[in-house]
């Protein structure tokens, strides 16, 4: 298992998955997609809309997580 120390604490940090963008935002994107498809005029919107919003809410980043500080790094993008 891989880890680094903790630059405030000098803690072990480990690796957490945690979701990319805010989920508040992603469901209502999804929200907006459903009621945007509802007219016809609104559909391709819609489809757009409810696409953006299932990456939003699927999307995860591996960041370093320091379980004595609960300071939490950006890792990156993952190879
Ligand atoms: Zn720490």
């Known amino acids: 298992m891989e ?5 405030l ?6 690796v957490l998955e945690v979701l990319k963008y805010n989920k508040t935002l992603g ?11 509802l007219s016809l005029a609104g559909i391709v919107f819609g ?3 409810l ?12 960041v370093w997580y320091c ?3 609960q300071s939490i790094i950006d890792r ?3 190879e």
Do not use: A, W, Y
């Open 3 to 7: 880890t680094v120390q903790c630059h």
């Open 9 to 14: 604490c000098n803690g072990k940090m480990e």
């Open 27 to 37: 469901i209502s994107f999804i929200i907006l997609g459903i009621l945007l498809s």
């Open 47 to 49: 489809i757009m809309f």
């Open 51 to 62: 696409i953006i919003g299932i990456v939003m809410c699927s999307s995860k980043k591996e």
């Open 67 to 69: 379980s004595s500080c």
């Open 76 to 78: 990156g993008i993952k």
